[in-house]
Every structure is written in structure tokens, then in C-alpha cells.
């Protein structure tokens, strides 16, 4: 689509060599010679806007590429940061299941202990 661009006699027709991608046929008079000139002028006008316009996005697409790339960069980090958390969380969890198990152990060896002592001393009674 192409935007048409508001004329005003104060807009000054490009001026300069002709576009190298054209060149007057034989014969044509000078009017058509200067129309067809300040025609394909206001078309290479529009061109070379068209692609600065270009040029912009390519640089803003090589931001974005670069700003993605940052946000993968940061992604893996995360990943890396939550398995170590979770291995954490893992090697805390075994470290109170051990606890408790020793803690029961302890428990029960203490309880048999003063079934001992306790059944000692009712035979020395």
C-alpha cells in the first residue's frame, strides 16, 4: 500500500541526476521529459524513505533478536537457580528425615534402657 503524501506548491520537487533505474526515450519533448522527470523523482523520494523506514526496523529487530537472546540467557539462569533450590530443599528434607529416624532410634534404645534398669531393680529388690 502506498501512503499517499500531502502536495503543497511549498513542497520543493527533488531535485538532482535522475534515478540511474530510468532514462528518457527518443523523442519525448521537453514537457514530458520534465513531468515523467519530477514524477519518478517524488517515486525515489518515497523510495529512499521507504527504505530508512526499512533500516529502522532492521535495527530495531536486531534489538529485539538481542533482547531475546538476553531473556534466554536469563531463562536457563532461572532453570539453573530453581533445580538448585530444589536439590536444596531435597538434601534439608533427607537431613530431618535422618533426624527424626536417629531421634526414634534414640527413643527406643532409651526405652528398652529403662525396661532394663527397671526390671534390675525389681529382681534386687
Known amino acids: 500500500m502506498v501512503r499517499e503524501r500531502p502536495h503543497s506548491d511549498d513542497h520543493p520537487l527533488p531535485k538532482g541526476p535522475m534515478p540511474d533505474y530510468v ?3 527518443e523523442g519525448v519533448n521537453q514537457v514530458g521529459k520534465l513531468s515523467a522527470e519530477a514524477v519518478v ?3 525515489d523520494a518515497a523510495v529512499k524513505e521507504i527504505e530508512a523506514l526499512g533500516a529502522e526496523l532492521s535495527d530495531a529487530a536486531k534489538r529485539c533478536e538481542a533482547m531475546v537472546a538476553g531473556v534466554h540467557a536469563m531463562v536457563s539462569e532461572i532453570k539453573e537457580l ?3 533450590y530444589r536439590e536444596e530443599g531435597k538434601r534439608y528434607f533427607l537431613q530431618i ?16 534402657l529403662k525396661k532394663k534398669i527397671a526390671a534390675g531393680n525389681s529382681l534386687a529388690a
Open 23 to 25: 532514462e528518457h526515450k
Open 82 to 84: 530453581a533445580a538448585n
Open 97 to 112: 528425615e535422618d533426624c527424626s529416624l536417629m531421634t526414634s532410634e534414640v527413643r527406643t534404645v532409651c526405652e528398652t
Open 41 to 43: 523523482r517524488e517515486y
